[in-house]
């Protein structure tokens, strides 16, 4: 009985959060249709959230780069098969594996502060304080860090794609022995402009769920300090399973 | 507690200093009032004498032992001859009121290598409980009080393992008239029974001084008096003086 | 520039303060009765469905990914299940949980310290004579070194278990020609189980760290969870990288 009730708890309050998830997302779209978004607060966030995770998402890709080229390394020792280097490591960052840590990486740095910002507003009553400035909160404070996310996450990813493949290809050097020459040519030759696209079609839509998720969870913040952390807390954890998720139904859908 | 002596502290060397060059000495059994104006270091210098914070100069000396300079192990067995009421209570919000106030003392159990008996623990907590008249509470978890209730229950943690020293940050701030009484009651009854070292700080100057027979003000992080009670209302210092009687006109 | 450096320091000499204290704490036996079971069951009981439902559809994935790949070069789909359980074993099974277990225990640990710390619950502990550290990282220390592990584990089976079925439904591999062991040596299952205990002894370190390291009301336990996040996951790529590139040197020989 109490399993049941357990698991009724825990679904009522997943429909919950997922309901006020999408019933946000369609707020920001229709926002979005009437073109009423605060363009200042828009340069601001963009700013700020694609300033600060610059560093991270270089550090990250760069090991993602060495990571990808050592466990490619273990077939191509076997197979001697050196010129497929550039292309296996091309390929999965490009589709999978760069999309998949930098939006994870950009979910911890730029949601998980997102969430806690808000959620700091909540709890100290500015959002109210917005309110009763007769300032919609929604296209002021909402609808410009969604998109400012959406936007960040594809110029962070095509820095990051870059540089994991320069990662890689100093690794597969410097580990490998292969020469730049041989790995470029096997990632030029093999790797297509629609696997880059593929990725960054993903990434605008990983930008979109951590910020739903960030902004959900950061307005919906009860009972202070310690509800902001479990706000954050939960924010990042809807982010990482909507990223998951999504990127399963997307990759069936961009072959 | 044989003796508190605090020698030049100096905190934080930036303009101005949060606490610049304090002495005080406190003898056992003597109950002192620390008032002082908002952000003039009244916290600061609670947490720097019961170790809390490590002080950029100067001595805390409990008992003729450093603070600043003694091991870890030295200062947590120190530490645990004091009982602090924390300005915002900090009760463990993950434990009912009961292991709230019972928690002192297992740990100093442990730290001693006694084995508690699990009966005597529970009828300490009855008793302390119904002394701050939160008896029926014993189960509920912090969240569930009132504020009123939620600063006795402090209290009675502060208190539980008889300390030495007892520290009283803000005791009665955002409480209203009636509640405060009844703390300040409970604080006198505490400090009759055990004859503990008491030092208090309250932004409430009257009630404060009707508490301690000692007054000390903090002002800018210097020490601007520390003598009788009667004699602050009446004190050369207009700073002191203003403060104490609350007037508008001064240099305050 | 000085004065970063200085800050710099300070931290490296708090957290290997911290690292000690953890260390020594483990080591010795007296410990809070209860606690370890309570957090074993915090950082196993309330990750275990994350972990299951996301590194299902990471196994998913990669394995459609990958055999699309095939498909398109050379058409023999029979090896990639031995390959996926030997990757999935050695690299994507710890390390993909890891970086969920980052998110999901790391934020949670720093948002619980981090609120005692604020609300001054850690300054109530040091005044009933209790080291922080030993009282609320080491039983999580613990807690996440066994779990990372069983995570892992669980989570690897049910990577394989819905790649597997992918195979199946999307390019007809048969379950039997698909789960194939006979690739993954025991070097593998050594490195696994290494880089798991690596990631479960770094998550709760370094997210305990940033939830003590916390300062101010709730948006300062804000700070600290998004630090917590990006710190472990980022701990976790780089140890990722360091032990896959000795493994593959060392371990080139047996392949």
Known sequence: MALVAALGRAALALFREAGGISLLGIYVALCLLRGRIDWAELRRNLYKMGVISVPIVVLTAFFTGGIMVIQSGIFVRRFGAYGLLGWGAGYAVFREVGPILIGLMFSGRVGANNTAELGTMTVTEQIDGLRALAIDPLPYLIVPRVVAMMIAMFCLLIIGDAIAIGGGMIMSNLLLDVEFSTFYVSFADNVKLWDLWVGLIKGVFFGLCIALTSCHFGTSVRGGAAGVGRAVNDAVVAAALLIMVSDNLLTMVLR | MQLLEVRKLHFNPAVPPVLDGVSLRIEPGQTVGLCGPGASGKSLLLKILCGLVRPEGGRVEIDGLDLCTCSSAALRAVQSRIGMLFQNNALFDSMTVADNVSFPLRQRAIQQGIRLDEAYVRQLVHERLRAVGLADHADKLPSQLSGGQRKRVALARAVMTRPELIIYDEPTAGLDPVTTARIYDLLRRERDETGATVIIVSSDVEALMSFAPRMVMLYRGCLRYDGPTDAMANSPDPVVRQFVRGELEGPL | ?255
């Not at chain 3, 299951?52 to 058409?75: A, H, K, S």
């Not at chain 3, 001054?120 to 996440?144: H, K, N, T, W």
């Not at chain 3, 199946?168 to 189980?193: C, E, K, M, N, Q």
């Not at chain 3, 990631?199 to 969870?225: D, K």
């Open chain 3, 1 to 255: 520039m000085r004065w970063a450096w200085l800050m710099m320091a300070g931290v490296a000499r708090r957290l290997l303060r911290v690292v000690a204290l953890t260390l020594r704490g483990a080591l010795r036996a007296r410990r809070e009765p209860g606690e370890l079971q309570r957090q074993l069951y915090q950082v196993g009981n309330r990750s275990l469905l994350f972990v299951m439902v996301t590194l299902g559809f990471i196994g998913m994935v990669l394995v459609f990914q990958t055999c699309l790949q095939i498909n398109r070069v050379t058409g023999d789909l029979s090896q990639v299940g031995a390959e996926f359980a030997k990757i999935l074993v050695h690299e994507f099974g710890p390390s993909l949980t890891a970086m969920m277990l980052a998110t999901r225990v790391g934020a949670g640990i720093a948002a619980e310290v981090g609120s005692m710390i604020v609300t001054e619950q850690v300054d109530a502990l040091r005044m009933c004579g209790v080291e922080p550290v030993e009282y609320l990282i080491v039983p999580r220390f613990l807690a996440s070194l066994v779990m990372t592990l069983v995570l892992s584990i669980v989570g690897t089976v049910v990577a394989l278990g819905m790649g597997g079925l992918t195979a199946y439904s999307s390019f007809h591999v048969p379950p039997s020609v698909f789960f194939d062991l006979s690739r993954v040596r025991l070097g593998d299952v050594a490195t696994g189980i290494i880089k798991c205990l690596a990631y479960g002894a770094a998550i709760p370190i370094i997210s305990g760290f940033c939830g003590l390291e916390a300062r101010g009301g709730s948006e300062g336990v804000g700070w600290a969870t998004t630090r917590a996040v990006v710190s472990s996951s980022f701990a976790v790529i780089v140890l990722d990288f360091l032990i896959s590139g000795v493994a593959f040197f060392t371990l080139q020989a047996s392949g």
